[in-house]
C-alpha cells in the first residue's frame, strides 16, 4: 500500500499540477483548416522537382507542455523543392522515442516517459509511428504556410503551421517550423485531461502540447 501511495504521489508530481490550478489552463485547439485536395502524389513526380532526404542525425522534434519538455526522434522523411521553394514533405517519427528531457531525477523521468506510452496516451507497442505529410504549401512574401495532415495512434487529422526558415544551399536544405499546438484529446488521449472529467482519476496532464520541427536534409 506504501508503494501504491509512493507512485501515485511521483505521478502527481512529475505531470500534473495541482487542482488549485486547473482552472487556469485554456487548451489550444488544433487550429480546424479546409485541407486542400491531396496534392502529394503529384507532387513527387512534379517535373522539376528534387528529392532531399531528412537527415535524422540532424534534426530533431522538440515538445513542451506546462512544467515539461522533451524530444522525438525523427525515422525518416523527404522534402520536395521546385524553383528554390518547398513544395512538399513528408516525415515519419518514433513513438517510442518520445521522452521528458526536463525531469533530472531519473527515477521520476522514466515513470513520466512509460506513462508518455501506455495504452491511454501515445501507445508505442501499437502505434509505433507518428507520421505527417503536407497537402498544400502556400508561400507569401517570405514566409510559407504549410497544410497537412498529422496522423497520432493513426488518427489522422488537419494541421496547419508556418515555416519559421527555409534555406537552401547546393546540396543540402534546412528549415524549422513555428510552435505548433497539438490538441491530444482530438486523438483519442482523453484520460485525466480536464474537458473530460469523467475520465479523469488521480491527476491531470494538459489537453495541449506544442512542436517545433527542426530539420536538416540532403539531396537524394
Request: glycine share 6%.
Amino acid at each position: 500500500m506504501q508503494k501504491l501511495f509512493f507512485l501515485l504521489g511521483l505521478l502527481v508530481f512529475v505531470g500534473c499540477q495541482n487542482a488549485e490550478n486547473v482552472a487556469e489552463e485554456k487548451p489550444v485547439e488544433t487550429q480546424s483548416v479546409d485541407v486542400r485536395p491531396d496534392t502529394f502524389q503529384s507532387v513527387t513526380s512534379m517535373e522539376g522537382a528534387q528529392t532531399y532526404t531528412i537527415d535524422t542525425s540532424k534534426s530533431r522534434i522538440a515538445w513542451h507542455c506546462e512544467k515539461h519538455k522533451g524530444l522525438v526522434d525523427l525515422k525518416g522523411g523527404q522534402i520536395f523543392v521546385r524553383k528554390d521553394a518547398p513544395v512538399g514533405a513528408y516525415a515519419e517519427a518514433l513513438t517510442k522515442s518520445a521522452r521528458d528531457t526536463s525531469i533530472t531525477y531519473k527515477l521520476m523521468q522514466g515513470t513520466f516517459n512509460n506513462v508518455l506510452q501506455t495504452v491511454d496516451f501515445f501507445d508505442g507497442d501499437h502505434y509505433p509511428l507518428f507520421k505527417f505529410k503536407t497537402t498544400d504549401i502556400q508561400k507569401k512574401d517570405d514566409q510559407y504556410a504549410v497544410h497537412g495532415e498529422i496522423s497520432i495512434r493513426n488518427i489522422i487529422r488537419p494541421i496547419r503551421f508556418e515555416l519559421t526558415s527555409f534555406q537552401k544551399k547546393d546540396d543540402h536544405l534546412s528549415l524549422e517550423t513555428a510552435e505548433i499546438p497539438i490538441n491530444r484529446t482530438l486523438f483519442g488521449m482523453e484520460l485525466n485531461s480536464r474537458s473530460f472529467p469523467e475520465k479523469a482519476k488521480d491527476f491531470i496532464f494538459s489537453d495541449t502540447f506544442f512542436v517545433k520541427v527542426v530539420i536538416w536534409a540532403g539531396k537524394k
